[in-house]
């Protein structure tokens, strides 16, 4: 039966399973991407064979015996003081209800007024959190199976060659279904004994993607990634009141999507066009889909360090050895087992009661959050009735809402401040910008720039650095961006000295998708005074000037040469005016 003992007991133990796994890869992020991804993964399979082998496993007290509080003797009478109020802890001594237990073991007699103990609902108040994860991880895999009864199966030849070639390369011989569904934005992949590849239709057009797209998804496949995924949610509802446990699985995540990565790059697709290719995904990834699959589209946090890693050509890339598999091992099982049977002391009344205290007093803390931002300050996570016009109803928040605004450091006044600058947030916003360090003045400078920009993508930018003096230079060269376009331009390495260089060149930088894929080339400007030139990576030239010249001289020697006639003063576009205060 789970006590509140053993709730405590797993907080502190999963606490520094979690703290030692990622301590651990931040020692050896010199390795690959496969390497620390195992290394992650053992540290999620320690917190799920926790719990089983805490109830399993002889108790161990390593710690000397005076240090650990013996269980005392059953009394004749013993009187337990429950009820008081949740809101004010203090005044549980007048409203305190002793139970009696007599001396032949029969259960207490219990006033019909008391208040439940924290034994009594330490149990359901872990349980409920569980449940409803538990209950999502399974709406969202069996959303999967649903979708592939209604997909269409693939028959592209170019898309079904580039399968058989991927699975050839990788040794893989089991059978893996290629299908195509509207549902989708972006392609995704899962399953274990019958793997499924789903694309969706705009993938299926870009034919020159197929081999890049296939080789990343057939990566997990091969490597059980889906398995991998469900171990880390399943985790994730276990230990749901553990931040450290939430990082874990998101590193894990994030090392899965670099590993599949990597075994793209080693098919020798190039690094620049694949860095294009996760750009564009990303714009057409599958958020807003209740899904449990690994996709090609990276998260709005995860790109910059995805492109930087494909485009850094000396990082080690490869799956992991023997000998990381067998520590691994080693260390799952060298930590699980002592760490489960450890026991420092031996449970007693007095510690409950110590333990009821602490949590009554955070549940005061957590209620008076909840009753301020309820009232003042989360107005925008609230529902109006537009044909009536009747006053708005506070939708009440969810207790992991609270939790997760209480561990980051929320305060009403914070969303104060925030609510100032108008526009619609939720809880999981508030979090986000209090985890990344987002402060009104930030979404106060943004919108000044971006009228209406939305709270979440707001957030988004400031995670891949973007800062105002950034979205105003790309404003001044195209008026028309937005924040997915600032996100692809910082996530590329465009500034403003790029685009200004290029232009100067003689480029023509119509849009934000100009400068990305040219800066995805690798093309650069070079040179100073009247001429200037651009250098591919294949030692092709294209000189600009003087005058209105374009010479163009392959790698092996040839020269082609256009003058090309200057627009009249008329038709030139005019120059965006500059903002304010420049």
Known sequence: MITAATLIGLAWKSALVAGLTLLLLRLVRSRSAGERSLIAHAGLAALLALPLATLLLPQWQPLPADWAIAEPAPAAAATKITGGSAVDPASSATASVPVVADSSGSPPIMSPFAWPSFADLAPWVYALPLALLAGLMGIAVLRLFAMRGRADVLVESSWLSALAEAQRRMGFKHGTALLVSDELRSPISWGVLRPTIVLSPKAVAAVG????IIAHELAHVARLDWAKLLAARLACALFWFNPLVWMLARESHQLREEAADDAVLMADIDGPDYATLLVGAARHDNKATLIAAHGVAPAKGSLKRRITRVLDGSLKRGPASAGWILMSLVVLAGITAPLAAFSATAETKVADETHAMAFVAQQSAIRSMQSAMTAKDLT??????????????????????????RAVGVTPEYVAKLREHGGSMDPDDIIAAKATGVDPAYIGSMRAILPGADFGDLVGAKQVGIDAAFARDMKEHFPGVDLDDLIALKAMGVDCDFVTDMRKAGVRLRDP????????????????GAKRSIVSKDGATV?????PVIEARSADGRVARIEVPEAPAATRPPMPPAPPGT
Do not use: C
């Open 209 to 212: 993607e197929a081999e890049a």
């Open 513 to 528: 998708d100009d400068a990305i894929e040219l800066r995805a080339t690798g093309m650069h400007p070079r040179g100073r």
């Open 543 to 547: 000189r600009f000037g003087p005058g």
């Open 380 to 405: 925008d996570v609230e529902t109006r009735d537009v044909d009536t016009g009747a006053a708005p109803a506070a939708e009440p928040l969810r207790a992991d809402d609270l939790v997760g605004m």
